[in-house]
């Protein structure tokens, strides 16, 4: 009880500290970097209307990087974010079919299923000891078998308006000309995640990223901490699926590899694959500069195929990065091995 009144006691660190001890320093470099290019290349991106439709298309990646984040950073994987965004949008089309009278009840219905997802995640993983890897692959393939079954290959049926309008819609205003629906869910998600993370479960789920052993004997409940953590993610992923709904088409391929791109945001934000280290707000920043990089991609006439490369180097530097400051890590740590004492007599 005394260690945890300690730790809520301690002074919430500056953000010139969090920005030192997470590592998401570079990631703001990056981002200003491409600010920069891009305002040689294309002033006009920046102007209110622009610059409103940029954030409006990239609200989803940030809401989904969120969501992948809480997993993360307590020493797990969700690779079914991608699948459970294609599912809901099918689910979606099927069961409105156009009607604008069942669009809230279909929005509460995709919502439960998308806890349910995370739930499962979050259970199988912790009480069965099922690593997330494998569980969360298992059921992304789940997840699109039982879509593709559901639909025969070709999903049916049509969003309402009053659906679409979260990700396509905004309020009308003189400047900006219109502030998107999906940019103001973005922002209210972002501070909620902030305020999770700077409670008391935002601070046990790092620490079980860091040293799950070492927080269970402290007192921190890490299954319940990493069940909630699945939960999360599948919960923003269903967001992110209202959000995406509003632009993209009904396809089977609707969030295809996105479980991937917000992994990638995530490690773009500094990060740790493994967990205990990282700040949501980095998080959020490697969306916006990943979402960044790919329209700069764009402006320069360069092949949209080169993203997923961006994506795989991306991820290859931070899994090396993160191997190397777990091996320094471990050094600091480690205990030094007493000499054998010499038989007496010996030289």
Not at 111 to 135: A, E, W
Not at 313 to 329: K, L, P
């Amino acid at each position: 009880m005394t260690a945890r009144t300690d730790t809520a006691a301690l002074p919430r660190p500056s953000v010139r500290d969090r920005l030192r001890q997470t590592g998401t320093g570079p990631v703001f470099v990056v981002l200003l970097v491409l600010i920069a290019a891009m305002l040689v290349l294309n002033p006009g991106f920046f102007e209110p209307p622009s610059l409103m439709a940029f954030l409006r298309n990239a609200a989803p990646l940030v809401v989904l990087a969120i969501g992948q984040y809480f997993v993360i950073v307590s020493g797990e994987f969700d690779l079914s974010v991608g699948s459970l965004v294609g599912a809901q949008v099918v689910i979606a089309a099927r069961l409105i079919d156009g009607e604008e009278s069942r669009t809230w009840p279909v929005i509460a219905l995709m919502i439960g299923f998308g806890l349910l997802v995370g739930l499962v995640n979050g259970l199988v993983t912790t009480l069965l000891r099922v690593p997330s890897f494998i569980t969360t692959l298992g059921t992304m393939l789940v997840l699109y078998g039982a879509i593709r079954m559901w639909t025969g290959g070709a999903p049916t049926g049509a969003l309402s308006e009053s659906f679409r309008q979260w990700g396509r819609m905004g309020i009308d205003m003189p400047v900006l000309r219109q502030l998107p629906y999906a940019l103001i869910i973005m922002v209210v998600l972002a501070v909620v995640g902030v305020l999770i993370m700077n409670s008391s479960f935002g601070r046990v789920l790092v620490a079980t990223g860091d040293n799950d052993t070492a927080t269970t004997f402290a007192g921190g409940r890490t299954w319940l901490a990493r069940t909630v953590a699945f939960v999360l993610s599948a919960l923003f992923a269903t967001v992110a699926g209202i959000l995406i709904g509003g632009f993209a088409g009904v396809t089977a391929q609707v969030g295809q590899g996105m479980e991937f791109t917000a992994i990638t945001a995530v490690v773009l934000g500094g990060v740790l694959l493994g967990g205990g280290r990282g700040w949501i707000v980095g998080a959020m920043a490697g969306a916006l500069t990943y979402q960044l990089l790919s329209r700069l991609l764009v402006q320069l006439d360069m092949p949209s195929t080169l993203n997923p490369t961006i994506q795989g180097v991306i991820i290859i530097a931070a899994v090396a990065y993160a191997a190397r400051q777990s091996g320094t890590r471990r050094t600091k740590v480690a205990p030094q091995t007493p000499a054998e004492p010499k038989p007496v007599g010996a030289a």
